[in-house]
């Protein structure tokens, strides 16, 4: 892992991630191992409560793991405290979520520019704005997300996971929230962009057409991965 440009975009050995209930310890993820390489598109499937979500948070260092380890774009993960975990997502990860997430007082090109202003970024008004019209939205730039139907903001979402140029993208569900006719919308933004800027993409749903647009499909079942049949 000495570097991110030759190293797997994820490589994941003997994750565990166990929560104490009640009830005593549950296991939500049991010895998850995994490697994702740079630019791959890798969907994961499975029913509810199997741990999709979990192992998502876990990947984008949105939480910590009872056990194992994941290096993320080269960087041990594991080994990182919160404040260096941020500057990495900073640095390296996006995400989308099938509630969007959208902050409710900033324009849908406030929501853009905003990770383009964080990390440093030349030209943020530009920037931002080149993304909305890339996903259709050149007439929205003022709008707040109330303004702005479901389909609308998650495109938003999307191009501000895309601002800050992040080598691997995860989405949580990101059409689960989303009619057929936006759905096919964001599927196809979500995939060109990803083809054209190179990005790692990986994507939790439920959707199998979707997933079998992925290079990859891997079944979440009672907290274990495998590659789907």
Same mark, same amino acid.
């Given at each position: 892992?000495? %570097? %991110?440009?030759?190293?797997?975009?994820? @490589?994941?050995?003997?994750?565990?991630?166990?929560? &104490?209930?009640?009830?005593?310890?549950?296991?939500? +993820?049991?010895?998850?191992?995994? *490697?994702?390489?740079? /630019?791959?598109?890798?969907?994961?499937? !499975?029913? &509810?409560?199997?741990?999709?979500?979990?192992?998502? $948070?876990?990947?984008? /260092?949105?939480?910590?793991?009872?056990? !194992?380890?994941?290096?993320?774009? !080269?960087?041990? +993960?594991? *080994?990182?405290?919160?404040?260096?975990?941020?500057?990495?997502?900073?640095?390296? =990860?996006?995400?989308?979520?099938? %509630?969007?997430?959208? =902050?409710?007082?900033?324009?849908?090109?406030?929501? @853009?520019?905003?990770?383009?202003?964080? %990390?440093?970024?030349?030209?943020?008004?530009? #920037?931002?704005? #080149?993304?909305?019209?890339? =996903?259709?939205?050149? *007439?929205?730039?003022?709008?707040?997300?109330?303004?702005?139907?479901? !389909?609308?903001? #998650?495109?938003?979402?999307?191009?501000?996971?895309?601002?800050?140029?992040?080598?691997?993208?995860?989405?949580?569900?990101?059409? /689960?929230?989303?009619?057929? &006719?936006?759905?096919?919308? =964001?599927?196809?933004?979500?995939? &060109?962009?990803?083809?054209?800027? /190179?990005?790692? +993409?990986?994507?939790?749903?439920?959707?199998?057409?979707?997933?079998?647009?992925?290079?990859?499909?891997?079944?979440? *079942? $009672?907290?274990?991965?495998?590659?789907?049949?």
């Amino acid at each position: 892992m000495t %570097s %991110s440009q030759s190293a797997p975009a994820i @490589v994941v050995r003997d994750l565990n991630q166990k929560v &104490s209930t009640l009830d005593g310890t549950l296991s939500i +993820l049991d010895g998850i191992n995994m *490697q994702i390489e740079q /630019g791959q598109s890798v969907a994961i499937i !499975g029913s &509810s409560g199997a741990g999709k979500s979990t192992l998502l $948070a876990l990947l984008a /260092g949105l939480d910590s793991a009872s056990e !194992g380890e994941i290096f993320l774009a !080269g960087k041990p +993960l594991h *080994q990182l405290d919160e404040e260096q975990r941020a500057a990495l997502r900073s640095e390296s =990860v996006g995400f989308i979520f099938q %509630s969007f997430m959208l =902050v409710d007082s900033l324009t849908a090109l406030e929501n @853009v520019m905003l990770p383009i202003e964080l %990390s440093g970024g030349k030209d943020p008004y530009q #920037q931002a704005s #080149q993304l909305l019209q890339r =996903v259709g939205l050149e *007439q929205r730039l003022d709008h707040f997300p109330n303004q702005l139907s479901g !389909g609308e903001q #998650q495109r938003v979402a999307i191009a501000r996971a895309f601002a800050s140029k992040p080598t691997i993208l995860f989405a949580d569900e990101p059409t /689960g929230n989303l009619d057929h &006719s936006n759905s096919a919308k =964001v599927e196809e933004l979500l995939f &060109s962009l990803n083809r054209e800027l /190179g990005t790692t +993409l990986v994507l939790v749903t439920h959707d199998l057409a979707l997933a079998q647009r992925c290079q990859r499909q891997l079944q979440m *079942q $009672a907290g274990q991965l495998q590659e789907a049949q």
